[in-house]
């Protein structure tokens, strides 16, 4: 056996530990489905999603439905919390409405762009192994709960609270954060379109401005979801509001821009006009 496949075998039940660590935080003081709470079943749910999809895509050795199959847990597990949980107001309904609107708009980007591309080159290597492969849709799975948890656990909670400031401005931090990252991703998506730029790295628009601008905003829009779920959370439950903490993280040190980065200096560094670019440019926060 592979070192790499070894260490997949210990990694795959620490992440199955830490969600379920993470479904009991949530869990505590929300609605409850058949005697379990539904937050519980909820993270569970977000899991086997994942694994049911694996079972095909290990077979066929596809990644194509990998992202889209994120997008559509993040709506499902949404709507079946907003039908199952004890009773509904406006903060759930808005933050239903945002967690959905989000996925769609996501989940239809990383799919035409996956089908445009062919391929993404970063499963080429963990698709022949079953458990590396097992644990990048498991990683999704804990991936989805730990983002949305904060919404996740504000729609299911027992307490319920009236829309109020802190919803007024979490809609606004969310709206900011969400234009942005279609903003910026639009723009990459017309100037990688365009064949002059072959080869070329983008500079211009929300780019001039900070290298990985659609991550900022990422991370902005779920500050905004923690925001409007802030006043209804209770005990174990600020848990959850690690999410947008997760996002930052997951995206600063592990999947996102250290990535990207990596490819972008293989490909461009030694560059004269892309080492000034990356001198003058942020990596993450815009300048002004």
Known sequence: MKKTDLVSLIVFPFLIFVGALFAYSGSRGG??????????????????????VFIPAFLLQTEKFFDLTGSLTYISVTIIAVFFSAGINGRSI???????VWAIRLGTFLFTRIRKAGKDDRFDEIKPSFIRFLNVWTIQGL?????????????????????????????????????????ADSQKSRFNANPENKGKFIRTGLWSRSRHPNYFGEIVLWVGIAVIAFP???????????????????????SGVPQL?????????????????KKRTPVLIPRL
């Open 232 to 254: 209804v959370l209770q005990g174990w439950q600020w848990v959850t509001l690690i999410s947008p903490v997760f996002v930052a993280l997951l995206i600063t040190r592990v």
């Open 143 to 183: 991936w989805v709960a730990l983002t949305m948890g904060a919404a996740l656990a504000a729609i299911t909670a027992a307490y319920r609270k009236d829309l109020d400031w802190f919803a007024v401005i979490g809609f606004v931090v969310w709206i900011f954060g969400f234009a942005i990252e279609v903003a």
């Open 31 to 52: 609605s409850s489905v058949y005697g379990l709470p539904l937050f519980a079943w909820l993270v569970g749910l977000t899991f086997l999603i994942q694994w049911l």
């Open 261 to 277: 980065e990596t490819k972008a200096d293989k490909k461009w560094g030694g560059q004269e006009d892309y080492e000034a670019y």
């Open 94 to 100: 808005l933050l239903a409405f945002l967690v959905v």
